[in-house]
């Protein structure tokens, strides 16, 4: 809901909505697989600065690094 090349803008949504961002990021990069129902956890036992990104995420390594440049697997 805002001009993603206007930085203050961004800026904002980043600090704001942390969770939103990284599902955003996820969807927009077409990681393959199950970004899961939590896209972001906070840490507050680390100094406030540590946090789980994607914490239940699935991801199967083979089948990513087969893909194709079109999206289909290569077939060995």
């Known amino acids: 809901g805002f001009d993603p090349k206007n ?17 955003a990021l996820w ?15 906070p840490d507050d036992t680390a100094w ?11 991801l199967n390594l083979a089948e990513t690094m087969m893909k194709g440049a079109d999206g289909d697997t290569v077939e060995i």
């Open 27 to 41: 969807d927009y990069g077409g990681v393959p697989g199950d970004k899961g129902a939590r896209a972001f956890v």
């Open 48 to 58: 406030k600065t540590a946090a789980l990104f994607c914490p239940d995420a699935q």
């Open 7 to 23: 930085y203050v803008a961004l800026h904002r949504w980043s600090v704001s909505d942390r969770g939103g961002v990284w599902s």
